[in-house]
């Protein structure tokens, strides 16, 4: 592919099965002077094997984002932060919430509602991650039980996140965003 054609309108479909989401992306030039950092590894990334490489490091990821939910699930802060990078740019982004920037505001976003919040359990649905070089793509259905008057209800919402590769061959959380959220009747599947 030419670098004009690459620079030019791309869609990419991140959830294979539905809900599918497209995201476009404008034609973005990047300042010459600026290095992108996603077209060589970090330093003292190792490389992957070429065979596999592709599989083994996305199911890496999905086990990831499950070991992320699970420690949300059992209130445990400090597993949530093992799993955030702790660069100065890391994002969490809720629909409704102010913005998190960097690993302290989001682990004290995070300690707030554990402390205050309603919420039963969050399960990652239907996980797809893609790993392109040192970042992996995640894209998944985040199903959402909390308390209310009326008893526990349920909803879902899409949720996505970014990955990047570590030196000593993890990979470490540098964004998650959800999306707006619909209230959904809730019949014990998914769906």
């Not at 992108?36 to 190792?46: L, N, R, V």
């Not at 039980?145 to 030196?167: I, K, L, Y």
């Amino acid at each position: 592919m030419t670098p004009a054609a690459s620079r030019g309108l791309a869609i990419a479909t991140l959830l294979a099965a539905p809900p599918v989401i497209y995201l476009l992306a404008a034609e973005l030039t990047p300042p010459a002077a600026v290095p992108d950092p996603w077209k060589s590894p970090p330093p003292g990334a190792k490389p992957l094997p070429a065979d596999d490489a592709p599989d083994a490091a996305a199911e890496t990821v999905e086990r990831l984002v499950r070991g992320y939910y699970d420690a949300i699930n059992a209130r445990n802060v400090d597993a949530v932060g093992e799993a955030w990078s702790s660069n100065p740019d890391t994002l969490a982004q809720h629909a409704g919430w102010p913005e998190a920037r960097g690993r302290d505001a989001i682990l004290g976003e995070y300690r707030r509602e554990v402390a205050t919040g309603t919420w039963e359990k969050l399960e990652p649905r239907d996980i797809r991650a893609r790993v392109l070089g040192p970042r992996a793509e995640v894209a998944f259905v985040e199903r959402v039980s909390f308390r209310t008057d009326g008893g526990v209800r349920t909803f879902r919402r899409v949720a996505t996140q970014v990955w990047t590769a570590m030196p000593h061959g993890t990979f470490r959380l540098v964004m998650h965003r959800t999306l707006p959220t619909v209230l959904l009747p809730d019949g014990g599947g998914d769906p």
